[in-house]
């Protein structure tokens, strides 16, 4: 896999950090506009970067939180189409939580299931626990 060179790798990691940091405090909108601009200096088809998956994550995260699920999707949508992005536990948790509140509920049930089986009971203790309340009406844990 190409790497990105080193500076520019730098300041993606920078500010996607100054984001971790606005949206820890509740500040998504803010934490949003460092994940675009980190995203923006991927050169080329951003979709081969690897760092292009985690931003992606990071700025539907931030969707999610704001409740902008159709922007949340599509960033999720285009996580899972760059390196390592299928098959992340996250994303499919993000995903189901999602279909959850737009009451896709056999969606979210299904990506519910996949984040479980990815990443087991932990990856569902920081959010609201409806989310494990419901998958536990759907599987055996």
């Given at each position: 896999?190409?790497?990105?060179?080193?500076?520019?790798?730098?300041?993606?990691?920078?500010?996607?950090?100054?984001?971790?940091?606005?949206?820890?405090?509740?500040?998504?909108?803010?934490?949003?506009?460092?994940?675009?601009?980190?995203?923006?200096?991927?050169?080329?088809?951003?979709?081969?970067?690897?760092?292009?998956?985690w931003l992606y994550v990071a700025i539907?995260?931030?969707?999610?939180?704001?409740?902008?699920?159709?922007?949340?999707?599509?960033?999720?949508?285009?996580?899972?189409?760059?390196?390592?992005g299928l098959g992340n536990p996250f994303?499919?948790?993000?995903?189901?939580?999602?279909?959850?509140?737009?009451?896709?509920?056999?969606?979210?049930?299904?990506?519910?299931?996949?984040?479980?089986?990815?990443?087991?009971?932990?990856?569902?203790?920081e959010d609201d626990p409806k989310y494990?309340?419901?998958?536990?009406?759907?599987?055996?844990?």
């Amino acid at each position: 896999m190409t790497e990105l060179p080193e500076e520019i790798y730098a300041e993606i990691t920078s500010l996607s950090k100054q984001g971790d940091h606005l949206a820890k405090l509740n500040k998504y909108e803010e934490a949003k506009s460092m994940y675009v601009s980190a995203l923006k200096l991927l050169p080329g088809d951003k979709n081969i970067w690897e760092a292009a998956t985690w931003l992606y994550v990071a700025i539907g995260d931030t969707h999610f939180h704001l409740r902008n699920y159709d922007k949340c999707f599509k960033c999720f949508y285009n996580a899972v189409q760059c390196p390592e992005g299928l098959g992340n536990p996250f994303i499919h948790l993000r995903l189901g939580q999602m279909y959850y509140e737009q009451g896709d509920f056999e969606k979210a049930s299904d990506e519910l299931i996949r984040a479980h089986m990815g990443a087991g009971l932990d990856i569902f203790m920081e959010d609201d626990p409806k989310y494990l309340s419901f998958l536990e009406t759907k599987i055996k844990i």
